[in-house]
């Protein structure tokens, strides 16, 4: 899953929002130098990622990617998933995806000082830019991929990935809409307290 799902998904835990930021940006397990609380988000992070690696929708959703791009498609269906999570958001959450935005980006703002440097400049493109309500439209889910191309490598065939999404797009919304209901219920029977 992309941001908006991980800041969701942490929500509906109640864990925070800087340690499921943090699972994109910090490796091992050696994290007992932040909050337990961080360290809770972390590990929800990583337990929903494997979960959304392992299952059946989304592997569905990754097959619909063309070859020359097959080995970006779990980047390009988690970036599309956000897309739907952002264009329904009304389905899953009560308060307006702005006003959510507006305080994971408060809270994130908060704890800056604890993330890595990469997570840093992140968080602050993110909050600038207003990545999570931009991911309801389609271009701004082009420029999330082609930013994202730009990362990986100069010669990437990821570049002009949204095109994949659009050209898939009622399968990959029917493969998110199918998977996400399971992912909250896989995320709500996870006792945080064990993690």
């Not at 360290?39 to 299952?55: E, F, K, Q």
């Not at 095109?163 to 797009?169: I, K």
Request: glycine letters at 6%; charged letters at 20%; proline letters at 3%.
């Amino acid at each position: 899953m992309n941001f908006l799902a991980h800041f969701h998904l942490a929500d509906v835990s109640a864990t925070s929002f800087t340690g499921n930021l943090l699972g994109d940006f910090v490796k091992g397990a050696e994290l007992h130098y932040l909050p337990a609380s961080v360290v809770t988000g972390i590990r929800l992070h990583r337990a929903i990622d494997l979960y959304t690696d392992n299952h059946a929708l989304v592997k569905e959703a990754m097959a619909l990617i063309s070859p020359a791009r097959r080995r970006f498609a779990g980047i390009i269906v988690d970036v599309a998933f956000d897309h739907f999570l952002a264009r329904s958001w009304r389905d899953w959450h009560a308060d307006s995806l702005e006003a959510f935005a507006g305080g994971v980006y408060a809270s994130l703002l908060e704890e800056y000082e604890l993330m890595p440097p990469r997570a840093q400049r992140t968080v602050s493109h993110m909050s600038e830019h207003d990545w999570l309500n931009g991911y309801a439209r389609l271009p701004n889910i082009y420029r999330s991929l082609d930013n994202i191309a730009a990362r990986l490598s100069r010669r990437t065939t990821m570049y002009g990935a949204g095109e994949e999404v659009e050209l898939h797009y009622q399968a990959l919304e029917a493969c998110f809409m199918g998977f996400y209901p399971q992912l909250l219920t896989y995320v709500e029977s996870i006792d945080t307290s064990s993690l």
